[in-house]
């Protein structure tokens, strides 16, 4: 094992460690699933912060782009050895040529049992090590020596988990700002709400700015997501109108709680209309983005009306931000929500802020649409089923059924389309016709 830092202090540098770096960065950022910049060079690295975690092992934060706001910002945690064993081939970033790593290769340690469980110890034991700050919740009892396993999925973040018992949560764009996947499952662990798992661990980065990089919490080992669950009907030609009408109850029972957790407050009449012109500045920034939306713009900008006319829905709070059938899971005969991140692609702050709790539902029935069109033929009475009962669901638990707002409802679903249409041009461009499906459709309705 290599020692890096502790072996030479000072020689790895920020500057020092880019010149080693940069060249394999260019190369290997682009193919990560979660790197926000595909489609454009990447320029203007900077290595922003670097801790060594442990002999060997970095943790770097490096911005992609030009500095200031908004910064293009990724959290890395590096291995560096003079010879990687085969088992790890996998993980190799490349071996720099020059600067302070010349010659050795460098990997991705979060690929190295070894390293991911240096990190468990490290978030069992609370403390600092240079810019980053290790916390845990005392009352939960984290065993040591779990063993990690990566898991292997869609994601837009890196996961580990430990010995089935906790899942950790690398956060990879980094954000300045409390991260809502740790703030939201705090909060609502506080009012008793037992949908959401609550963090256990959590770290955090004190430079360039306070930042949140990592969340623990307990692992579900017997859950299914919903995703999967959805296209297990659609593939056995089942309904799946008990389990929508399940979900629906439990996104209202973690909206009340994130009311009770967070507040709420009628909306500000004044915003609709800002609302309806924020949606219009989304979808024309992403036709600006995408030439396949142009014909549909001027029609999907009706939808929007609705808003600016009849206002953003009965109450504003804080709300999910990104749900669908992907962050829902069900264990133990119960449906439970997680990642509370909102959107990956929009700012904190946006992200933080109170908004109308039909956000989320409108995400959710997109994705028994995307669900129905990952698994043809299309089967419109499966979807509308679910819809059906997702509202119904959803009505039972908090007294206002969804359906009553129709307008509203296709106006939030078209912006959530239209998000998902630049989400899928810029990081699985095989799925674009999903939604762009859905845009026609809902541009015919208009
Ligand atoms: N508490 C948990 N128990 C079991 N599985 C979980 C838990 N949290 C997350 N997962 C699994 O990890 C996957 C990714 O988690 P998620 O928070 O959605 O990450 P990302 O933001 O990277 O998509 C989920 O789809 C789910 O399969
Ligand atoms: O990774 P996240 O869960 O934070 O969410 C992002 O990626 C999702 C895809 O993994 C994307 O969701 C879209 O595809 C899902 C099926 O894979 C589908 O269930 C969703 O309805 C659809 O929006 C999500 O939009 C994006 O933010």
């Given at each position: 094992m290599l020692k890096t830092a502790s072996q030479s202090?000072?020689?790895?540098s920020p500057p020092r460690l880019l010149t080693s770096l940069a060249g394999l960065l260019r190369d290997w950022l682009p193919r990560q699933r979660w790197f926000a910049g595909k489609g454009r060079p990447v320029t203007d690295l900077a290595v922003l912060s670097v801790t060594e975690l442990h002999p060997g092992c970095l943790h770097l934060l490096i911005r992609s782009g030009p500095a200031g706001p908004p910064e293009d910002c990724y959290q890395l945690i590096l291995g560096v050895r003079e010879h990687l064993p085969p088992r790890l081939h996998h993980a190799v970033v490349g071996r720099p040529?020059?600067?302070?790593?010349?010659?050795l290769t460098v990997y991705d340690a979060l690929l190295d049992p070894w390293s991911a469980g240096l990190l468990l110890e490290r978030l069992r034991t609370p403390g600092e090590m240079g810019p980053l700050r290790f916390e845990r919740d005392a009352r939960t009892v984290v065993p040591e020596g779990l063993p990690p396993r990566l898991l292997d999925g869609e994601q837009s973040n890196t996961s580990l988990v430990y010995g089935d018992a906790f899942i950790l949560k690398l956060f990879r764009r980094v954000q300045y700002g409390i991260n809502p996947d740790l703030e939201v499952p705090w909060a609502l662990a506080r009012v008793d709400c037992p949908r959401v798992p609550a963090p256990v661990a959590w770290f955090w980065t004190t430079e360039p700015h306070n930042a949140t990089l990592g969340v623990l919490q307990p692992f579900l080992p017997e859950a299914t997501d919903g995703w999967t669950l959805a296209l297990q009907s659609l593939g056995r030609g089942e309904n799946f109108t008990d389990e929508s009408y399940e979900l629906g109850r439990a996104t209202a029972e973690v909206h009340l709680a994130l009311a009770q957790a967070f507040g709420s407050g009628p909306p500000d009449p004044y915003d609709c209309g800002r609302l309806a012109a924020a949606m219009t500045g989304r979808l024309e920034t992403a036709a600006h983005q995408m030439p396949e939306l142009v014909p549909y713009v001027s029609r999907l900008k009706a939808a929007y009306a609705a808003v600016a006319a009849r206002g953003q829905g009965r109450q504003a709070q804080r709300i999910h931000g990104d749900l669908h059938l992907g962050q829902v899971l069900r264990a133990r005969e119960r449906w439970f929500i997680i990642d509370f991140e909102g959107e990956p692609a929009r700012p904190l702050d946006e992200r933080r802020r109170v908004q109308a709790p039909i956000r989320d539902i409108a995400g959710m029935l997109r994705s028994f649409d995307y669900a129905a069109h990952s698994r043809p033929p299309w089967r419109s009475e499966w979807v509308r089923r679910c819809r059906e009962a997702y509202c119904a669901g959803y009505a039972a638990e908090?007294?206002?059924?969804?359906?009553?707002e129709p307008e509203l409802l296709r106006a939030y679903e078209t912006d959530r389309a239209v998000y998902e249409a630049l989400y899928e041009a810029r990081h699985r461009p095989d799925w674009l016709a999903v939604p762009m499906a859905a845009i026609a459709r809902l541009a015919e309705e208009s």
């Open positions: 202090p000072g020689s790895l040529d020059a600067g302070p790593l010349a010659g908090s007294t206002w059924d969804p359906h009553a």
